[in-house]
């Protein structure tokens, strides 16, 4: 039969093909539920040029499965050939983003990234690998992102409530002046009437801040002002998310430097950066230098450059490392 054809079998039966299905079943029942769902899809179809392609797609299954199966039962050889059209197919596609990446200056991915075209291909690993090998890239294990820091749940919502309250006014004529509020500390020592004194707050114990924001907001509960709610609302949450335990304390303090003024600016200007210069090693390696200044260590500081720059999937790895000034 001619296997040229304006449909792909594999994607309309669901069917692996690399390797190919050879259960002669497994096949065959996969083909039956593929013209049952287009048949029923017709019935309710009322547009004409909807129903000539489902009319088109149930007339290639019809045709296709005849070639399929041998007198005797047995799959064809027609399954195999379409099977090796399919891999060629993806492989070429698979090869062309190769070659755009190596242009852009990768030259390394990792197994993550072959996982991941091991899901949106279905080509076999073996295929995959062999693709990039051909176009001289290298396949490291490493995970770039594995050293990403985990930060606390609904850090990013606490830092937005903040950044609102401190463009708020104190609704007390006396009050503090609210633009001082940059992080939780902060808070809390505006909370207990002593701002100025937030370095303070910093000393002491998650166990001593966490009792504190439980007393200030039992205190605001009493309060049905909008800003008194807005206050207990990030109290609350500040006691349960961060407070709650030494190590989610220590994921905030992580996170506070993460999201520091120098880092916050370099994270921007890497959205204008054109794709090549993202894998040169003189200006990624500068980058990450740039991190690790922030107190990061080499591994977090390499995860936050290839995440911020949107290197997920082809990540920057560098030849060797750098001096891990950043401890």
């Not at 050889?77 to 060629?88: C, F, T, W």
């Not at 993806?90 to 030259?107: I, P, R």
């Not at 290298?138 to 937005?160: C, H, Q, R, V, W």
Request: net charge neutral; aromatic share 10%; proline share 3%.
């Amino acid at each position: 039969m001619n296997l040229d054809c304006e449909f792909d079998f594999f994607d309309l039966v669901e069917l692996p093909f690399d390797p190919h299905e050879k259960a002669v079943k497994r096949v065959s029942s996969a083909i039956k539920k593929a013209k049952q769902e287009l048949v029923f899809a017709l019935s309710v179809e009322s547009q004409q040029i909807a129903r000539d392609n489902l009319l088109k797609k149930l007339d290639y299954l019809k045709s296709i499965e005849s070639a399929f199966f041998s007198n005797e039962g047995k799959l064809t050889s027609v399954i195999a050939q379409l099977a090796e059209r399919k891999i060629m197919t993806e492989c070429a596609k698979l090869t062309s983003a190769a070659q755009l990446l190596k242009q852009a200056g990768c030259h390394t991915i990792t197994s993550g990234t072959v996982r991941i075209h091991l899901r949106k291909t279905k080509l076999s690993r073996a295929h995959i690998e062999e693709v990039y090998r051909d176009e001289g890239f290298t396949i490291s294990e490493i995970d770039t992102l594995a050293a990403y820091p985990k930060f606390p749940t609904n850090s990013e919502g606490l830092f937005m409530e903040l950044d609102a309250l401190s463009k708020l006014q104190d609704p007390n004529p006396n009050g503090a002046d609210l633009r001082m509020i940059k992080d939780l500390y902060f808070f809390v020592a505006y909370l207990n009437g002593e701002l100025e004194n937030a370095a303070e707050y910093r000393n002491m114990t998650t166990s001593e801040l966490e009792k504190l924001l439980k007393s200030a907001a039992r205190g605001l509960t009493v309060r049905n002002d909008s800003f008194g709610i807005r206050c207990c609302s990030l109290a609350t949450s500040a006691r349960i998310y961060v407070f709650n335990t030494d190590k989610n304390r220590a994921a905030y303090d992580i996170y506070l430097k993460y999201k520091s003024s120098e880092l916050q600016s370099l994270f921007s200007a890497l959205k204008d950066v054109p794709p090549n210069f993202l894998y040169l090693p003189q200006f990624a390696d500068n980058c990450i230098r740039g991190i690790m200044a922030v107190h990061f260590d080499y591994y977090v500081a390499l995860a936050i450059y290839n995440k911020e720059a949107g290197l997920r999937d082809a990540p920057y790895i560098p030849e060797k490392e750098l001096v891990k000034e950043g401890n």
